[in-house]
């Protein structure tokens, strides 16, 4: 039997006989059979229209058609590794060199951020000659089992944190140590940063990396506050340790202000490696670690040569060249900014009128709506939100659910996600939150309102 003509309840079956049960589906009670994808819009086996606000890695749009052909044409010239000379592989390094601060300027080009991320590890160690690593609470970082230890999310559900992680407290000013009231966030944060590499320096080990999310995903939707990176850089520099901004949930103009996510921080901050993937290739397997002359030139310093199959590969860089073109000719970075901004004044709405709603935060297309059951404690609301999930699924429409306490709702759509779109999710949103209100009634905010 053709795929395209199988039943969903027969793939399904073939599903949980020949793949691992860790390999879980969205909506596990009732999961949805994807076999089209356009634009923000993805499409069932029937013909269903969803629209799709959490798949960042279409970051373009799904299946968009100059992406689509510059692979395809490439694919027919050539595919093949990057050992040979080649225009493409100069030419997309030459484009992102742009978008970036002068000082990064030496690419490697890998297959997904988990492998840029492990590569990012690498290269401070061999710069720094240090080993040590800080990372922020509620991290993730990647699947590898180098990045596993380096990622809280992960590492405390299974063999806990090593020796030579350091953990410091997210930087959250809705429910973390400093909140809003605070007068100095980004300092106090920063201070728990030093505090952290002071402990490390006492017991006599030396820190290679500070690795940190540009803006924390999978924490809940975090915009640490301005000036913390560089408070950071300072005490980590301080150590003998380099900065990495993880960008691979966030670049490439997701945040609208800005191209990259560290630079929400000031023109003055920049890391000394950026890490990038998921978007950086709509879908194909393409990723990148940007960094220093000083930084290569250590890792080269070994004499053993860094080579990837397939990453940098010609057609790879054709993909990434036409993901550069997309954002250019579309100005995607400018729509996030003005769609994202719109979303978040009719979110700002839908909290002054629903007291689940306990903070509404983000920036361009990267948002998060944090529901909560008590105004005074901020309880997560994690059912709640797991229900609003559903119901919005009932109406064909994607999203899923972040942090902690999986109570925060995700926005990080494809970059064409449109005015529209925003009224159509919001307007739903108010009509499922305000049915709790009057029939749920499961936690204190659902009864409350004003």
């Known amino acids: 039997m053709a795929a395209d003509r199988r039943g969903k309840v ?16 969205f909506y596990p009670e009732d999961p949805i059979k994807i076999v089209r994808g356009q634009g923000q819009y993805l499409y069932d086996e029937q013909g269903a229209e969803y629209l799709d606000c959490i798949n960042n890695v279409a970051h373009v749009g799904h ?9 395809h044409e490439q694919n027919q010239v050539l595919n093949t590794n990057s050992r040979y000379l080649h225009d493409n592989i100069v030419d997309y390094a030459q484009r992102l060199s742009e978008t970036l601060p002068e000082k990064l300027s030496v690419f490697y080009f890998l ?55 350091h953990v410091a407290p997210l930087p959250d000013t809705y429910r973390g140590l400093y909140q809003e009231d605070h007068p100095d966030p980004a ?40 000036g913390f990176f560089q408070e950071v850089a300072e005490h980590i520099h301080g150590a003998g340790g380099v900065f990495v901004a993880d960008e691979i949930q966030v670049g490439f103009g997701r945040v ?19 890490t990038m993937g998921k978007s950086i290739g709509n879908g194909h397997p393409v990723a990148c670690v940007a960094t220093t002359q000083a930084v290569a030139r250590a890792f080269e310093a070994t004499g053993v040569e860094y ?55 983000g920036t361009g297309l990267f948002i998060g709506v944090d529901l909560i059951k008590d105004e005074a404690t901020r309880t997560p609301a994690t059912e709640e939100a797991n229900y609003v999930v559903s119901r919005l699924k009932d109406y064909y429409i994607l999203l899923s659910t972040d942090g902690p306490g999986r109570n925060v709702l995700k926005f990080k ?12 999710v919001v307007a739903k949103m108010d009509a499922i939150l305000t049915d709790m209100e009057e029939k749920m009634r499961s936690c204190e905010t659902l009864r409350l309102r004003p």
């Open 10 to 25: 027969e793939t399904l079956a073939l599903r949980r006989r020949l793949l691992s049960n860790s390999c879980r589906l």
């Open 63 to 71: 299946c968009h058609p100059l992406v689509v052909q510059a692979a």
């Open 111 to 165: 297959n997904s951020g988990s492998e840029a991320n492990d590569l990012a590890l690498r290269l401070a160690r061999q710069y720094t000659g240090h080993w040590d690593v800080v990372v922020l609470d509620h991290a993730y970082h990647g699947h590898l089992s180098s990045l596993i230890d380096i990622s809280p999310y992960k590492f405390r559900d299974l063999d806990g944190q090593k020796e030579w992680v």
């Open 187 to 226: 300092g106090a944060y920063a201070n728990e940063v030093k505090r952290v590499v002071s402990s490390v320096q006492e017991k006599g080990r030396k820190i290679a990396a500070f690795f940190v999310e540009s803006l924390p995903s999978v924490a809940g939707q975090i915009i640490p506050p301005a």
């Open 256 to 274: 609208g202000k800005h191209f990259w996510a560290f630079q929400l921080q000031g023109e003055d901050f920049v890391p000394d490696i950026v």
């Open 307 to 361: 080579f990837n199959t397939f990453g940098g590969s010609p057609v790879s860089c054709a993909v990434g060249l036409a993901v550069l073109d997309v954002l250019e000719k579309e100005q995607l970075q400018a729509h996030a900014a003005s769609v994202g901004s719109y979303l978040m004044e009719l979110l700002e709405e839908q909290k002054a009128k629903h007291p689940i709603i306990g903070d509404v935060r």
């Open 413 to 424: 759509p494809p970059m064409c996600f449109s005015v529209d779109n925003a009224q159509h």
